[in-house]
């Protein structure tokens, strides 16, 4: 059995393939058949779906992609950019996010390239203190 490389074949998207067979359904003369006459329905849907969108303008190659807006990513990102900085705990309150999530986050973003610095950690053990509990450590972005 032969294997056909990805790169040989052009993608084609969603959009053309379903112009495609609408093209296709269209130069069929002959739509009489039961079978083929329950799809005249379809095919006026997809065809009204489709006149309804404008085409997506895709990016070219290598060009970086433009953010999506009101993300939890976002916001965290945010969060590490305010001169104050951020706890892992603020972001997991703010995100619904776990504590081990939020530092895999992290994680995650020294792999893109963002350097996560420590700006300070605040140790409570003593009197009168709420101990290893009580300490936390403020992140912030290295910029």
């Known amino acids: ?29 002959d739509h009489e058949g039961d ?9 006026e849907a997809l065809r009204t779906l489709l006149a309804g969108k404008p085409a997506r303008v895709a990016r070219k190659a290598g060009a970086p992609r433009k953010p999506r807006e009101g ?5 965290v990102l945010a969060m590490l950019r305010r001169p104050e900085g951020t706890t892992v705990a603020q972001i997991a309150e703010a995100t619904g996010w776990a504590q081990h999530t939020v530092r895999g986050f992290f994680a995650g973003l020294k792999k893109k390239g963002h350097a996560v610095e420590v700006l300070e950690r605040i140790r409570q053990v003593g009197p009168n203190k709420t101990g290893a509990k ?7 972005l290295a910029e």
């Open 71 to 75: 993300t939890k990513q976002e916001q």
């Open 134 to 140: 009580g300490s936390f450590t403020i992140y912030a």
């Open 35 to 43: 079978m083929i006459g329950a799809l005249d329905a379809p095919m």
């Open 1 to 29: 059995m032969a294997r056909v490389s990805r790169s040989a074949t052009p993608r084609t998207s969603l959009r053309d393939a379903a112009a495609a067979v609408l093209a296709a359904w269209d130069d069929e003369a």
